[in-house]
């Protein structure tokens, strides 16, 4: 059985459970970081080539935005502080 696999809700548990809380909050730093490089990028490369278009980045913003505030939320509501 690999790691993470085993019984819960729909009869597999998700990788964070098996994290502790320190790995947890690294893993959203690091979500987070990759957040902005990605997205600074795009905004980037839309100044560059077509500052005077609608502003594309846009759309991978709000997205990825929405997963990384439940990403937030979830680290923040289940893993205790420390």
């Known amino acids: 059985m690999s790691r993470g696999a085993g019984p819960g809700p729909m009869g597999a ?6 994290l502790t809380p320190a790995q947890q909050r690294i893993w959203l730093r690091i979500h ?7 997205n600074v ?6 100044w560059a080539a077509t500052p005077d278009k609608f502003f594309w980045p846009l759309w991978s ?18 893993v205790p502080a420390t």
Request: proline share 0%; aromatic share 18%.
């Open 32 to 38: 987070v970081l990759w957040y902005l490089l990605a």
């Open 13 to 18: 548990m998700t990788r964070t459970a098996t």
């Open 61 to 78: 913003i709000v997205a990825w935005g929405i997963g990384l505030g439940f990403h937030v939320w979830a680290v923040r509501r289940f």
């Open 41 to 46: 990028a795009q905004v980037v490369t839309w």
